[in-house]
């Protein structure tokens, strides 16, 4: 079983930067396909970013410029840097681990490991 932890969230000022963290267990973590979502309230789930096992990388088009993924093989983390944070960049952000690489790695369907969320939040 997998199991992803992150850690990471806060609040911060509208232009401020917050590094988020996870945690995947097992031992295949350099083949898994990882991405961080988030979900703010009222509205559903969206990708956010993803890198996959050769480290290629997708975007949103709503962070992409601002937010970077990337991930630690020796010590099973994926990372989500995120720099000139907006108020609307405010949700529960979560990661997201899955054995197989899709065509859609943005996409919620495509990820059966899920951590517990990490709260973001990005005053004006």
């Known amino acids: 079983q997998v199991q992803v932890v992150e850690s990471g969230g806060g609040a911060v000022q509208a232009g401020g930067s917050l590094r988020l963290s996870c945690v995947v267990s097992?031992?295949?973590?350099?083949?898994?396909?990882l991405a961080w979502f988030r979900r703010a309230p009222g509205k559903e789930r969206e990708g956010v970013a993803a890198?996959?096992?050769?480290?290629?990388?997708t975007y949103s088009d709503a962070v992409k410029g601002r937010f970077t993924i990337s991930k630690d093989n020796v010590n099973n983390a994926l990372y989500l840097q995120m720099s000139t944070l907006k108020p609307e960049d405010s949700a529960m952000y979560y990661c997201?681990?899955?054995?197989?690489?899709?065509?859609?790695?943005?996409?919620?369907?495509?990820?059966?490991?899920w951590g517990q969320g990490t709260q973001v939040t990005v005053s004006s």
């Open positions: 890198i996959d096992s050769d480290d290629s990388t």
């Open positions: 997201a681990a899955d054995l197989y690489c899709s065509d859609y790695p943005l996409d919620t369907e495509e990820y059966h490991y």
């Open positions: 097992g031992d295949s973590f350099s083949t898994y396909c």
